[in-house]
């Protein structure tokens, strides 16, 4: 639709950037508006018209072919169904339109997907298992990560080359595996209007793609409808001014939303589910696909509309038919026993009782029951079913038998781990702070200890200046407070026989984290991940049985204030006359809670993970990422008919992007795209970088000054360059490091003396830089980097320890502290055997750290190594290291109940920025899943 080039590129611009345009897409549209004929092109253009043509006009939307113009070959648009439930009411079912569903084919969307994107060629037709040998006396491991090397696609793929072929059919057969995310969200913070979005990404395409370019991998397939008001009224009505009762609700609920799926899964899919459908691939060969869903990610409520079952019944789990007062039992042995053996399943059995209370609520005789009638319940109470007929059950079990709904529903760390157990843990330890003596002290110093941890690169951030306070917070922030918050807990409490349980319980809740979160397991890490299982669910048991018990707990004032709230808002609902009871200022008390569902599901992730791939897989963080787009959209909509502009929109975002994949197609190297390959190979394969600029060189005459660190500064400089500036090609024997040098010895001329005074840096200068980058491989096998930057909160490193490898006893790394970045022209004045010398300077760089030691024996139940620095005037406290040696930035986090080494905050030595010291530092080895490996010895793939 747009008449020239420059048109495009503004009108992709104007998507792109939704309602809120940041400084980089102003910029973006500085640089368009410097184009030559930029202005002229675009002036000619019709906005409105083009967006309309963009986006779809409202005929054209219900018509799934695309637009009548005909400008578009695209028959993933979007459709709108009108939702029809059978009410039970007036004792038979009554079929009432209660919403619309706004859809897309998903069919057309595999088709879309297999025969016209631009990365077609990173889709995976086959699966396959991957192994690991870490050396060749160890057996191999299997390895777990992507959902096309899971048990779970291998075993669907086996069973379809068994399955015999369509007649007359020859080609080759694909299994396509769907991962669908649903989650209902509000569209702001203060807006009640909620969208409901339904993404759907495909197994067969790399996570570590979907979680870069999310927006262009996962799929907007459906915008899901609510109960209105107006069906209250009508509800109202037809009961004679009666509101409907809460189960009655729950059930047109459930009812509506499978009613909404049952639209989704068309007699197309279910024919490309039993049939497969044939498409032509991009490599001109044609394949037949088979749709198999494979895993359905939701939060809690919503697994329990998905599973057709009760909410806060008696059987709560969507998996297994656990009983509420099981719920704590995690990880002992009869606990994983009935696991197994309770397992829900969608068997002819639950179909025929199901249908059975169907019949009692809605028969064709008009003598229904009211929908929590007593008969009815005892019916459905064993397994905590609802009367609802689950649509996967009727239309997708039917086209693939193996699929099975319940097995679907898949664990979700973030929010069963992060805003579920670890949250509440959090909460109640906040609960026992205050509960102490002298509690208000106690939080005071347990934020102004957290307000000290320092940043640690991407991963932990500055912490609010209140940690204690729980303003909505994210599960990003509860996480960051899982991995700091061990020292700050260290000694806090007086009693320290509760201090210590707290420390040991989030210990082990730290470990079993970080091995719920790999992004890579092998059978040994999914081992410990079991082992971590059980132990969590011991000391969570102990920890309440011996120490919550005994402690009165209060709610925080927060919380307090936060139910106030919300009594008031229901009291003010209901009648002004109760307000009275509302307004009682009390705080409650709570006790920690254990038998909840989402402890309970912490036991299924080890079989989860060996089914489907790792936790990252589906975890419903991707949904949350996703939710970005639909709420951006929704801002610049009018807000008259929200889902359908938000629909649009997302038409004129894809469109955009084909337009913009044709335009890059067409013009073949698009120069942005070179420059960027050539950084990333740039950045990829080395080991480190540090700036090659000569903007702040330092004379070595201004360490002439009597201070403990400087005076030692430019020969130890000098001796750490010797060894790297003589030529390699001049060592060619063993050679012994002496008092003034370094000994070698060629075999026609004896031993030659080099001297580490003559080592001469270039006009007796180095030069300073304030970053490196450390490039490393990460335990999934991804290239990453840390950034260290002089005087920041990131300048830590580790450096693996030389004598580990042959005392396996002792600290795998060494830790140091880096004062200085530099680099030189360095080259050797003396002669390097006699009559020869080789002036011609090398570039060397280096940089200058000061080490920590390591404390031993440890004195303490904090499971982390503690480290110190030695006094700043011994002679070991300072050295030069060639960056090659640096494995990572470190994340240490002062105890802070040691105190600082100088209280005055003066200290004695300005080189080495002593003056902030803490006498002990705990390694965090918790601050990313790659560091967590590291302490784990030979059980990562990429180490
Ligand atoms: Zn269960």
Not at 42 to 47: D, R
Not at 254 to 270: R, V
Not at 431 to 454: C, H, M
Not at 631 to 657: D, F, G, L, T
Request: glycine share 6%.
């Amino acid at each position: 639709p747009f008449p020239n080039h420059s048109s495009f590129e503004l009108g992709e611009w104007y998507i792109e950037a939704g309602s809120q345009l940041s400084l980089a897409s102003l910029q973006n549209l500085v640089e368009l508006a410097q184009r030559p004929g930029f202005s002229e092109q675009v002036s000619q253009a019709n906005w409105p018209k083009i967006f309309n043509s963009l986006g779809g006009d409202g005929d054209v939307l219900s018509d799934p072919t695309g637009d009548a113009n005909g400008d578009w070959i695209d028959e993933a648009g979007w459709k709108q169904t009108p939702v029809s439930i059978p009410v039970p009411i007036g004792g038979l079912a009554e079929a009432r339109v209660v919403g619309t569903l706004f859809h897309r084919s998903i069919v057309s969307i595999l088709r879309e997907k297999i025969s016209n994107s631009p990365d077609a060629e990173l889709f995976h037709f086959d699966p396959f298992e991957v192994h690991w040998q870490p050396d060749l006396e160890s057996p191999p491991q299997r390895v777990y990560s992507e959902l096309y090397n899971s048990d779970a696609f291998m075993k669907a793929h086996r069973e379809l080359q068994d399955s015999p072929q369509p007649a007359g059919c020859h080609l080759p057969r694909v299994v396509v595996g769907l991962m669908f995310w649903s989650d209902g969200t509000h569209v702001s913070a203060f807006s009640s209007e909620k969208l409901w979005p339904l993404y759907m990404c495909f197994g067969n395409e790399s996570k570590y793609r979907r979680c870069k370019t999310a927006s262009e991998l996962c799929h907007h397939v459906a915008y899901f409808d609510e109960l209105s008001a107006d069906f209250k009224d009508y509800i109202a009505r037809r009961n004679k001014g009666k509101m409907p009762a809460d189960p009655f609700m729950a059930h047109c609920r459930m009812e509506m939303f499978h009613a909404q799926w049952h639209i989704l899964q068309d007699d197309e899919l279910l024919d490309a589910m039993e049939n497969g459908v044939v498409i032509m691939c991009q490599d001109g060969k044609e394949r037949r696909f088979y749709i198999r869903i494979f895993t359905y990610s939701a939060d809690y409520p919503e697994k329990v509309l998905i599973a057709t079952i009760k909410q806060r019944g008696d059987c709560p789990c969507p998996r297994c038919l656990v009983k509420k007062t099981e719920l704590d039992q995690l990880g002992t042995p009869e606990d994983m026993l009935r696991r197994e053996q309770t397992m829900r399943r969608d068997n002819e059995v639950r179909r025929v009782t199901v249908s059975k209370a169907r019949e009692k609520i809605m028969p064709s005789d008009g003598k229904g029951v009211v929908v929590g009638n007593r008969d009815v319940q005892a019916l459905l109470q064993p397994q905590s079913l609802q009367a609802v007929m689950n649509s996967f059950s009727v239309r997708t079990a039917a086209a693939d038998p193996q699929f099975d709904i319940f097995s679907a529903v898949v664990i979700d760390q973030m929010h069963e781990f992060e805003l579920g157990v670890w949250k509440e843990l959090f909460l109640h330890l906040m609960r026992i702070l205050a509960a102490s003596v002298t509690g208000e002290a106690l939080v005071n110093e347990f934020d102004r200890r957290f307000r000290l941890v320092p940043i640690f690169g991407r991963g932990i951030r500055r912490f609010s200046t209140n940690v204690s306070q729980i303003k909505r917070k994210a599960a990003r922030d509860y996480e960051d407070l899982l991995q700091c918050c061990m020292p700050v807990f260290e000694a806090l409490l007086p009693n320290t026989g509760y201090g210590q349980a707290m420390i040991s319980l989030i210990a082990i809740c730290a470990r079993w984290h970080a091995l719920a979160k790999l992004r890579m397991h092998t059978d040994d890490t999914l081992q410990m991940l079991e082992e971590a299982t059980t132990e969590l669910g011991s000391q969570f048991r102990s920890f309440v049985r011996d120490v919550c018990e005994h402690i009165a707990t209060r709610e925080l004032p927060a919380e307090a204030a936060e139910r106030e709230e919300r009594e008031k808002r229901q009291a003010e609902k209901k009648a002004a006359a109760v307000s009275e009871k509302a307004t009682k200022k009390a705080r409650k008390t709570v006790k920690m809670n254990i038998s909840r569902v989402k402890f309970h599901f912490l036991g299924d992730y080890v079989k989860t993970i060996r089914r489907f791939g790792t936790t990252d897989l589906y975890s419903t963080e991707l949904g949350e990422l996703m939710h970005r787009s639909p709420k951006r959209w929704y801002r610049r909509s009018s807000k008259r008919n929200p889902r359908k502009e938000v629909v649009r929109h997302e038409r004129r975002v894809a469109r955009i992007r084909k337009l913009r994949n044709e335009l890059r197609s067409r013009n073949k190297v698009d120069p942005k795209i070179v420059e960027e390959q050539k950084l990333g190979a740039k950045a990829a394969d080395i080991h480190h970088f540090i700036g090659t600029n000569q903007n702040t060189p330092v004379s070595l005459n201004s360490f002439r000054v009597p201070s403990p660190d400087c005076s030692t500064f430019v020969p130890n400089l000098q001796k750490h360059l010797l060894p790297r500036v003589v030529p390699h090609t001049e060592r060619q024997h063993l050679e012994r490091v002496t008092a003034e040098g370094l000994e070698f010895i060629r075999p026609e001329l004896g031993p030659v003396q080099l001297d580490w005074s003559s080592v001469y840096p270039k006009g007796w200068r180095i030069f300073s830089h304030k970053i490196i980058r450390i490039k490393y491989t990460t335990y999934d096998v991804r290239r990453r980097e840390d950034v260290i930057h002089i005087g920041s909160d990131v300048c830590n490193v580790m450096i693996a320890n030389p004598a580990y490898a042959d005392d396996q006893t002792l600290p795998p790394y060494r830790y140091a502290r880096v004062l200085g970045i530099y680099h030189a022209d360095v080259s050797y004045t003396g002669e390097v055997f006699p009559g020869v010398r080789c002036l011609q300077p090398t570039r060397l760089e280096f940089v200058w750290v000061r080490w920590y030691i390591i404390n031993q024996p440890k004195d303490d139940m904090v499971p982390l190594e503690s480290v110190s620095f030695p006094p700043v005037d011994s002679p070991e406290s300072t050295a030069f290291l060639h960056p090659n040696t640096i494995l990572r930035a470190a994340h240490l986090i002062p105890r802070f109940h040691k105190g600082r080494v100088y209280e005055d905050g003066q200290g004695r030595s300005h080189m080495a920025r002593d003056a902030y010291d803490w006498n002990e530092y705990y390694v965090n080895q918790f601050v990313d899943r790659d560091m967590f490996m590291r302490y784990q010895m030979g059980m990562a793939v990429g180490h």
